[in-house]
């Protein structure tokens, strides 16, 4: 059963443009929330976090919004450049950590 | 330079046979973690140690097992037992096993069966 959805395997921005990745759960227990990164050959990389007592959560291009009642996440990164072309994984916790499939982002430039 | 090294990069499988996957971590982490990807599902967690010489099974722990007898390793072997074992395996470790502690991950092993 899978308690993260991420459910755009893909998603291809123009560079200079908005990147809207999207997140979604299930269980309720879930307080706290991660996006992780994916380069090609490496393993992912931590990104931001947000707490459930908030509803947004900003460092530098990426900003992440929680929506608590939709049990809905997504990651912003504007301006997108094409470094950030990667996968980006969604993980919620509380009761463990689950991880969503991953979408594959692409920054045209 | 800190991280988490993972070998070998891509390991091949015989049918009926053990094979051993490294993990070794240099950041003095408590807590490590092995996780199994397959193509369009999210990161399932086999095992995790939240210290050494104690481990704990996850949610697909069925034909793996792990050992934790140094803090820096935690080796996990994929027995004949599990049916269907090719996969891209994950290692990662935190500060311990807090829920707000992000996870560190090594760059991974893919296992096949020849």
């Known amino acids: 059963d899978q308690q993260v959805k991420q459910n755009s395997p893909s998603l291809s921005v123009q560079e200079g443009r908005i990147s809207i990745l999207n997140c979604d759960y299930t269980?309720?227990?879930?307080?706290?929330f991660l996006w992780y990164k994916k380069y090609p050959a490496e393993g992912p990389t931590f990104l931001i976090s947000?707490?459930?007592?908030?509803d947004k959560n900003e460092d530098g291009r990426f900003t992440v919004f929680l929506n608590k009642s939709a049990k809905h996440l997504s990651l912003h990164i504007v301006p997108s450049q094409p470094g950030d072309s990667a996968v980006y994984f969604c993980?919620?916790?509380?009761?463990?950590?689950?991880f969503g499939a991953g979408t594959r982002l692409t920054v045209k430039p | 330079d800190g991280g988490i090294t993972q070998s070998p990069k891509y390991l091949f499988r015989k049918e009926g046979q053990n094979v051993t996957l490294s993990c070794e971590q240099n950041?003095?982490?408590?807590?490590m973690y092995w996780y199994r990807q397959d193509p369009g599902q999210g990161l399932r967690l086999i095992y995790y140690?939240?210290?050494?010489?104690?481990?704990q099974k996850g949610d697909i722990a069925e034909g793996y097992s792990v050992s934790r007898e140094k803090k820096e390793s935690f080796p996990l072997t994929v027995t004949s037992a599990q049916k269907n074992p090719t996969a891209f395996y994950l290692c990662?470790?935190?500060?311990?096993?807090?829920?707000?502690?992000?996870?560190?991950f090594g760059d991974g092993t893919r296992l096949s069966i020849l």
């Open positions: 947000i707490s459930s007592i908030k």
């Open positions: 269980n309720s227990m879930f307080d706290y």
């Open positions: 140690s939240q210290i050494v010489n104690d481990f």
């Open positions: 950041l003095n982490h408590d807590a």
């Open positions: 990662a470790s935190s500060i311990d096993l807090g829920p707000r502690q992000p996870q560190h």
């Open positions: 993980a919620a916790s509380g009761g463990g950590m689950r």
